[in-house]
């Protein structure tokens, strides 16, 4: 009975693990994509001011390459 025990002890805390480990990757999913979608957004609004601030045909994105 004792090692019955002991199996379904080592079990359930393997099962707790795994969703402990499980949570954590989600977490840390969010806060990546959080910090992609923030970096886009302001690549984004840089690049709209920068249009804004050009004439037409300055080669705004070719001047920016080289």
């Known amino acids: ?3 019955l025990q002991t199996d379904i002890q080592y ?3 393997l099962a707790e693990l795994k969703n402990k480990v499980r949570s954590i990757q ?3 999913a969010i ?3 959080k910090e ?3 970096f886009y957004w ?3 609004a840089d ?3 920068r249009q804004s601030i050009t004439n037409w045909g300055d080669s705004f994105f070719e001047s920016a390459q080289r």
């Open 1 to 3: 009975m004792k090692k």
């Open 11 to 13: 079990k359930n805390w």
């Open 26 to 28: 989600i977490k840390a």
């Open 31 to 33: 806060a990546v994509n």
């Open 36 to 38: 992609l979608l923030t």
């Open 42 to 44: 302001e690549l984004g």
């Open 47 to 49: 690049i709209v001011l």
